[in-house]
Each structure stands twice: as structure tokens, then as C-alpha cells.
């Protein structure tokens, strides 16, 4: 069973990508949301669409730190099937603002 992030906009995150609802992962980021995978910065909505949406992304949280805004997961797709992976949060006024990825 997955770990629940402390944080309610993380923990509404991972819901979202977890039931596959586009509109409720969109709704928990602030409008001028960024992020990055690997390190390198990426299109946000380009990212989203072809590593979470169309390729069945699923998380199961391992492990959850910083008051829920830095975890360890299991990520799941169709196109790189489950890897290990990290997870940072920066939470402005109840929405995420920022979020870097990347293999853990």
C-alpha cells in the first residue's frame, strides 16, 4: 500500500495521475506551474500528456519526507514500465508550483 504524503496538494497529485484525471492534476498546480525531469526543465503539459496520460502513469509512494514534499516512488507507465523514482514539491498557497523528478 502506498505511503500518504502529508501534504494535502501532493497527496491530491498523486490521486489525480493515480485515477487518471487530467483535470484534477491540472487543478492542484498553480497556473504558472514548472518542472523538471532529470534535471533538465521541461514543457509541463507536453511532459505530462506523454509520460503520465497517454503512457497509464501510476505512483506508489515508498516513502515521504519534508512534510510530504519529497518522496520516493514506484512509477508506473506503458512506455518505460516501473522504475524508482524522486520527487520534490514547492507548495505556494495550497497548489504546487514547482515539481522536480527524476530516477532515485
Not at 32 to 52: H, N, P, Y
Not at 60 to 89: C, H, I, K, P, Q
Amino acid at each position: 500500500m502506498s505511503a500518504i504524503p502529508e501534504d494535502p496538494a501532493v497527496a491530491a497529485f498523486i490521486s489525480a495521475i493515480n485515477g487518471g484525471n487530467r483535470d484534477a492534476f491540472f487543478a492542484v498546480l498553480a497556473p504558472d506551474a514548472t518542472m523538471s525531469d532529470d534535471g533538465s526543465e521541461r514543457d509541463l503539459a507536453a511532459w505530462v500528456d506523454k509520460e503520465i496520460f497517454s503512457a497509464d502513469g501510476r505512483m506508489d509512494v515508498e516513502t515521504s519526507s519534508d512534510e510530504g514534499r519529497a518522496l520516493t516512488a514506484a512509477f508506473t507507465n506503458s512506455t518505460y514500465g516501473t522504475m524508482r523514482t524522486r520527487w520534490a514539491f514547492t507548495v505556494t498557497d495550497g497548489r504546487i508550483s514547482r515539481f522536480e523528478t527524476g530516477q532515485a
